[in-house]
């Protein structure tokens, strides 16, 4: 029989499904895979089951329902100052993740350039891939995981199509400085491309930070698209609501990309994330304080582990850095020492980098419940290595 597809036949299992497992088969606790433990907020999901028995359960509008669509246009306007018609300039899908593979086969063309910055979210170079594009890396380094004008130089050229970005950004826990964004938009302007800015954690910033979405920049308003996703503003990863802002030009093929790949969204999730994007303000601010609580409760456990802990400015996530605490192990091999030996579960950043990838820094998720990561702090100071 002929071989399936080259790009995704070559992918082996993702690092997230294999120490999930082996947290399973050695009974850790999973501080590897990015999702809270709770179960959202109690009136959202309610609404959902409401509508679920009361509403409307066949086809919605294949851009999604237009109360939806409408508070994403308030949500942009309240938080950003963006003003979004919200008929032509926003898209409902089934989560960031299809969001990112509608926009991507929707823009791209075989051999268009696409520039990344890495650590990156796995799903976005295989699918550039198969979009026929070639992906250009930036590499970000910790600790402060910025760049500077010359690593631009060196991946924007005239094939240069989409620019894509991750903020606040995951693994590292980065939140773009307007002097970041700023450098950016102006190689984007000048090599006349598109920004695709994947913004799922636009509400977990901490410490008085303001998140900036690109396209609110001068001559960014009508050549970027930006994502947001109900799973990370609501906690409620499973629901897979997702979310585009954008220009009509812009989105137009993106909606007919959308269209062959999941088509719509169930209506009644699309209905309670609606009311959930009309909470008033304390729910969102409210969401921030807890997570980074969360954030320095599980930073103060593996300080004391005698690990050494980089800032995280937002995001579900913490760095260790191995080298700076003594650790000889590579990234994999600690990820493995720690499941299977301290019954902790956790990442290796290496696995968010395609070239180049640093060995010795280590991802923690923080966004669970008090308890577990009490319990896995109590694992990790009985000794690590």
């Known amino acids: ?43 959202i999901v309610e609404a959902a089951a409401s509508y679920l028995t009361h509403g409307w359960n066949q086809y919605p509008p294949m851009p999604g329902l237009p109360g939806l669509r409408q508070a994403l246009a308030a949500h942009n306007a309240r938080f950003y100052d963006l003003t979004v ?49 070639i992906p250009r890396f930036v590499s970000l380094k910790a600790p402060d995981w910025t760049f500077t004008e010359a690593d631009l130089e060196a991946v924007f050229g005239e094939k240069t199509k989409l620019v894509l970005i991750n903020n606040p950004q995951n693994p590292a826990g980065k939140v773009w400085t307007l002097d970041e964004l700023t450098l950016l938009s102006r190689f984007v302007i000048h090599h006349d491309a598109m920004a695709l800015c994947d913004e799922v954690y636009e509400h977990l910033v901490f410490d008085g930070r303001r998140h900036i979405p690109l396209i609110t920049l001068p001559g960014m308003r009508e050549r970027t698209l930006r994502i947001g996703s109900a799973g990370k503003t609501f906690s409620l990863t499973g629901w897979k609501v997702g979310y585009i802002t954008g220009p009509a030009p812009l989105l137009a093929p993106v909606i007919k990309a959308h269209q062959f790949l999941t088509f719509t ?24 304080e807890d997570m980074a609580r969360r954030r320095d409760l599980l930073s103060a456990g593996l300080r004391a582990a005698g690990l050494v802990v980089l800032p995280c400015a937002g995001t579900y996530f913490l760095t260790v850095d191995l080298a700076a605490s003594g650790i000889a192990m590579d990234d994999r091999a600690f ?14 950043i290496s696995a968010f980098f395609e070239v180049d990838a640093p060995t010795h820094l280590v991802r923690f998720c923080f966004c669970k419940r008090d308890e577990v990561l009490e319990e896995a702090i109590r694992r990790l100071g009985a000794g690590i290595v």
């Open 265 to 288: 969204t169930p209506p009644n999730l699309q209905h309670a994330v609606a009311l959930g994007l009309n909470k008033d303000d304390t729910y969102f601010t409210g969401l921030a």
């Open 1 to 43: 029989m002929k071989p399936g597809n080259s790009t995704f036949s070559a992918l082996g299992t993702t690092i997230f499904e294999v120490m999930s497992r082996l947290a399973d088969q050695h009974k850790a606790i999973n501080l590897g895979q990015g999702f809270p433990d709770g179960n959202g907020p109690p009136d």
């Open 85 to 133: 018609d919200w008929a032509t300039e926003t898209l409902v899908t089934s989560g960031a993740t299809e969001a990112l593979a509608a926009c991507l086969f929707g823009l791209l063309e075989p051999g268009d350039e696409v520039v990344l910055f890495q650590p990156l979210y796995d799903s976005y170079a295989p699918i550039i891939r198969r979009a026929g594009a």
């Open 335 to 348: 990820c493995q020492h720690l499941t299977e030996k301290v019954g902790v579960a956790a990442i290796p």
